[in-house]
């Protein structure tokens, strides 16, 4: 297990040389000793009774990551596996491609190797925008001759991670991307988390890694079993009459939602129609009066009616920003960073901010009767960060900025013992751990927010993802589609079929959801258990997409296979994992029931088919 080490200049000079350095550098950490992990972060506290001196080239981990001796022996010898090397993980991407370019949609989580085999040898690594997903994941893994570290950037903001070989391994430094600054006296800072979990050769790194988020990075949902939401969608701006009829029809056909999510366009006084499925809506963020036109009630109707179905109230928020035509800019433009962006970033760093949007979520939690949470973060936010820095203060805002989320996270969740949390940011733009041990994700990519998603890049998506994070999630557009709804299925899952006022559905169609979500109910445990790929990994439409997840504990699991549309092959043949004799299969497609050991060939006679294995002792 590694030792948690960082590194900083003070006034030019590496912070050990200077002697009369008044900063305090305080390491905060947790080890996890049955994963060989650890994970910590540092606080930085001015001591004097004056400002201090610069502090910069920041590193909240300065570590070599030592690996087995490894040596070229000739550059014409093609590089192997076996040499050092940084596996890094693609983020969500640019959201205009989803609708016209699935080759570049699915790379999304797809998996990325640079070779570091000569002493000297670098890679850099940053995210965009200060979202910590977009565009890189926080999540790398080191390795050599089959061992080696999966490390983890905890930041919700703008981070940077850099690699160098060096002759004993490869030297691992994370910390902010913009950071250079001097404290005030007495005052104390705190910068990004580390996570770093070591391997040895023959270990499973990826599930070790699972089960070490699952275990202490999922947050437990109260009055559920499971860490996952199982919702579905309607548009805000649908009236509540229309909400509670199509509440009501669900019901009435078997379709059992455990939360009835209300998203954007609820709110604000302009904007108004049933119809406004477009960027109207993003006008009157900021304005968290709810629309009377449509709900004048205030959701009243809508929750009596979810509560009757069986399900909570999931209702969407964007509360870190607002336009100026908005009455809380109005009346505290001093909460905003105003750097001309038309989306204003709250700054929950300036305490008086923070108390308007703590009070405001608290009202509407309890005038709505909000079981679900859902957090929205549209718009980039590293400009407005930088925009705000004082001279000699680069990173303060963002710093003071991040802090205040997870305060007001932490705040909530204390605040109502029942709620628990979605974190969408334009999708999964905030992936990193800070967030997932905070609160759940229904929408990995905004990829599914179009109407028509294509399932193999969802499929896709769900592979690459797995390897490290097991509690994310994803909905289906498609209806009685079981190859869509199935390439959907997730630690959390959703329709949104039905969701604004131009989808419709009709009464087969909703019994068929029944039986869906009846199939996703019965496996979706699974989807926090070791996860082992067999089939493509990318958008190859001749391939087959083969997931099997095993329940180490109780010796059992199921096995997920896909054949694509274009798939020549009616059979395939796998070798499953962690299996040890003869196991009971059920086919759920076609209700046979069969004995098996671990070598198992799959046919599916027909393309764009899938099925589902579930096995035990």
């Avoid at 797809?110 to 999540?139: A, Q, V, W």
Wanted: aromatic share 14%.
């Amino acid at each position: 297990m590694v030792q948690p080490a960082f590194s900083y200049n003070y006034d030019n000079k590496p912070f050990s040389d200077v002697s009369d350095n008044p900063i305090k550098a305080v390491i905060n950490k947790k080890v996890y000793d049955e994963f060989d992990a650890v994970e910590w972060y540092v606080t930085y506290e001015n001591t004097s009774n004056v400002n201090s001196k610069i502090l910069s080239q920041i590193k909240d981990c300065d570590i070599l990551l030592k690996l087995p001796e490894y040596h070229r022996e000739s550059p014409t010898l093609r590089i192997t596996e076996e040499a050092p090397k940084v596996m890094w993980m693609q983020g969500n991407l640019e959201g205009e491609a989803y609708s016209f370019d699935d080759e570049r949609s699915a790379q999304e989580f797809s998996t990325h190797i640079d070779y570091l085999f000569s002493e000297g040898m670098c890679k850099n690594y940053y995210n965009n925008e200060g979202r910590s997903s977009d565009e890189i994941m926080p999540y790398f893994e080191v390795a050599c001759k089959g061992c080696g570290y999966i490390v983890a950037i905890g930041w919700t903001g703008s981070w940077v991670a850099d690699f160098s070989r060096e002759k004993d391994g490869i030297r691992f430094k994370a910390g902010l991307r913009n950071a250079e600054f001097y404290l005030k006296s007495n005052e104390t800072v705190r910068t990004a988390s580390v996570l770093i979990m070591q391997y040895k050769e023959g270990q499973d790194q990826y599930n070790k890694f699972r089960d070490i988020m699952v275990k202490y990075y999922t947050p437990k949902v109260p009055s559920k079993d499971h860490p996952g939401l199982l919702s579905t969608l309607l548009w805000g701006s649908l009236s509540s009459e229309e909400m509670v009829k199509r509440i009501n029809r669900y019901k009435d056909n078997g379709a059992k939602f455990e939360e009835y999510w209300v998203d954007a366009a609820w709110n604000g006084r302009f904007a108004a129609s049933q119809n406004n499925f477009d960027t109207t809506w993003a006008d009157e963020i900021g304005d968290w009066e709810v629309k009377k036109d449509c709900h004048p009630d205030g959701f009243k109707d809508v929750v009596n009616a979810a509560k009757e179905a069986g399900g909570g109230f999931l209702l969407w928020f964007e509360i870190e920003h607002a336009t100026e035509v908005t009455p809380i800019f109005k009346e505290h433009p001093e909460y905003f960073i105003q750097n001309g962006d038309r989306y204003m970033l709250l700054d929950l760093g300036n305490p008086q901010a923070w108390d308007y949007a703590f009070n405001l979520l608290c009202q509407r939690i309890r005038e709505y009767n909000v079981t679900c949470y859902r957090q929205d973060f549209n718009t980039p936010c590293d400009e407005p960060w930088k925009f705000a820095d004082k001279e000699g203060r680069r990173g303060i805002t963002e710093i003071y900025h991040v802090a205040g989320l997870y305060r007001l996270y932490d705040s909530l969740l204390k605040e109502f013992p029942h709620l628990y949390i979605d974190n969408c940011a334009s999708g999964g733009r905030r992936l990193d751990f800070e967030m997932v041990k905070r609160s759940i994700h229904l929408y990995r990519t905004d990829y599914q927010c179009i109407f028509n998603p294509e399932p193999d890049v969802t499929n896709t998506h769900h592979t690459n993802i797995s390897k490290f994070l097991p509690v994310t999630g994803c909905s289906t557009k498609k209806k009685m589609d079981i190859y869509a709804a199935r390439s959907t299925y997730s630690a959390s899952w959703g329709f949104s079929a039905y969701g604004t006022i131009i989808q419709e559905i009709s009464d087969e169609e909703i019994k068929y959801l029944a039986t869906v979500i009846d199939e996703y109910v019965s496996i979706r445990k699974y989807f926090l258990c070791h996860f082992h790929n067999f089939g493509s990994d990318k958008l190859d439409q001749s391939a087959w997409v083969i997931w099997q997840y095993h329940d180490a504990e109780n010796d059992e699991g199921i096995v997920m296979a896909f054949r694509r549309k274009n798939s020549p092959n009616d059979s395939c043949a796998i070798s499953l994992k962690e299996l040890n004799g003869d196991y009971t299969f059920t086919n759920f497609d076609t209700k046979e029931v069969f004995k098996n050991n671990a070598e198992l060939r799959i046919v599916l006679p027909e393309k764009y088919s899938s099925v589902i294995l579930k096995y035990n002792k």
